[in-house]
């Protein structure tokens, strides 16, 4: 097996994550004090200096994020720990195994952003998650390790748009879990339209460290772009289905042959899916792509979360884009025509393919429909729903024209 | 059994407070009980379509009654690909009931579910939000027997 680099995970598996004191003998907490002890300028510079990009999908640089928060007397830290996409498991992994160093990170940014209150959007599938932080949460009010920071998990009811960000931000505050339009964005005008920072688990897990070793040390880790570590989550037809944490200029390959240990029970690889259900088919003939945002978006998938889909040379790829789809016409929040009417029109088309009923032309007309949709929709779901099905149709088209009428 | 009014109580003064209520009523109820919704309403001063609004946009909310035992099956890709599709069947065959009904007893309500997060060992199931993960149709009728 391939060697890991832990940063997030740098402490899974060696301390016990029911145990602030386990946390701070490991060096916990240490990175809060550096941060609190800067300028806030020179802390968000330092961040942005270690082109530390958002490990939830988007990659954007969060201390850039954070400088655009404006002074406020109330602002807000929000961590997504929605994970809803399907074949990701590395928020709960994180949290399972080292809740400490979110809650550290999550008050770097307090400092940052002069923020007083965090809060922590878990999933409602994630009770025991749920609990468990709570637990850590308590620990780290009786040290008053946070200063004057607190923080509030608050749980999701089972809706993968919830993911995104502003919609995230309407269920905190009690609403149908609908996205916004943006502008304003969530740094000028987010929760209780209060400037309100929203990151991901890995990408606040990442802060501590960053904060004790430097922007210089992190910047030099993997692709030059994207620089730093990928928590990976394996699924499907590879031998060792786990989380990995590895540079990201570690190519695709290597993920699944040295990390994943190969193809399960002796067969030969058909497909790979990366990023979770929204994200693209991938090729044999493109695993030598390393993994990092930038290299993935120039073979057309996406990096996104880090979940990693192995399919094995018996798979039905359009039985499972069939199903993919399903999942989007499930998920559509409804509130934009081109995904509510889209998502269902793509699934109506896919079932006709994957059952044998449906001609070149049912194909043309949904490709172009996948078009409209990537430009049209309102939020992510509905511009990264066609991926599958585009990235599919260019790379595993045989599979769709098996299954036409002639 | 507590007071559906002191649950949604206890949340009165978190602001947007009304979906943890829900989370709350429905650990104690297994759903959210039609005059809850209205209370809710009343509590956190929105109408009474918003607060039902919001209790049925999300899945993991149910607004109809349930049974003791809440079975969910997987089945988003990787479980998909792993066999979902047959677990569903095992399970349909030991309970008796389709996909989103409730055994005559009350004790069993089986639906459908996206992924949950637990695809290390696929297919997935849960009973009540507990994972169970790499279940074989033929691991069934001892899963369930366990809550029988
Ligand atoms: C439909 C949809 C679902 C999303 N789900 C998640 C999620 O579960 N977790 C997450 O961190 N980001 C998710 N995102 C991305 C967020 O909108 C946002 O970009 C992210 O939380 C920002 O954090 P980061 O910059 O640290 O990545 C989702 C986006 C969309 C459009
Ligand atoms: S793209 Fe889809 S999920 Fe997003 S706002 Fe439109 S309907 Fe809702
Ligand atoms: S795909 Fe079934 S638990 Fe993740």
Redesign the interface.
Known sequence: MGKEMRIVLRNADKIDPNSIDDYIKAGGYRALEKALGMERKALIEEVKKANLRGRGGAGFNAGMKWSFVPPAEVTYVVCNLDEGEPGTYKDRTIVQKDPHTLLEGMAICGHAINSQKGYIYCRGEYPYVVEHLNRAIDQARRKGVLGNFDIEVRMGGGAYVCGEETALIESIEGHRGEPRFKPPFPGVAGLWAEPTVVNNVETFANLPEILNRGSEWFKAIGAASYPGTKVLTLTGDVVNRVAIEVPTDTTIRQVIYEFGGGIRNGKKFKAVQIGGTSGGFIPESLLDTPIDFDSMRGIGATLGTGAVLVMDETRDIVDIVTRIAKFFEHESCGKCNPCREGTFRNFEIMTKINRGMAAVQDVEKMSLLCKVMQKACLCGLGQAAPGPIVTTLQHFRHEYERKLLA | MANYKDIIGAFRDK??????A??ALQKEFNYIPKPAIAEAAKV?G?SEAQAY??AT?????STEPRGKYIIRVC????C???GADQVVKAIEKELGIKTGETTADGKFTFEL??????????PVI?IN??PYVGITPDDIPAVLDKCR
């Open positions: 602001p947007g407070g009304i979906i943890e829900y989370h956190f929105v609004g919001v946009f999300y899945s993991y909310l089945e988003s890709a990787p998909h690909i792993a579910t996206e992924c949950i997060g637990q695809c290390q060992e696929t849960t939000s507990v």
